[in-house]
């Protein structure tokens, strides 16, 4: 038995394709974008080995330290 699809069903379902694909394609630019790259790792390793050995210079001005630890 064959079945009736009309040409507004078939349009309905490619519009929800178009969705899902889209929604697919929103989900793996995220995913990308959420993703380091090897020299955005390496960068994030030496900055919270620095941070962990207290070497803050890199990251605020020396005058700003030296006021803080006055205070």
């Given amino acids: ?3 009736s699809v009309s040409l507004v ?3 309905n379902e490619l519009r929800e394709i178009k969705r899902r ?3 697919m394609e929103e989900s793996i ?9 090897p020299e955005e790792e ?3 390793k030496e ?3 620095k941070i962990r050995k ?3 210079s890199d990251f605020v001005p020396l005058e700003k330290l ?3 630890l006055r205070e």
């Avoid at 630019?29 to 790259?37: A, K, N, P, Q, V």
């Fill in 1 to 3: 038995m064959q079945e």
């Fill in 9 to 11: 069903d078939l349009l």
């Fill in 21 to 23: 694909i889209e929604r």
């Fill in 29 to 37: 630019e995220e995913l990308i974008d959420s993703t380091l790259t």
């Fill in 42 to 44: 390496e960068l994030l």
């Fill in 47 to 49: 900055v919270k080995e």
């Fill in 54 to 56: 207290g070497e803050l």
């Fill in 66 to 68: 030296d006021e803080a």
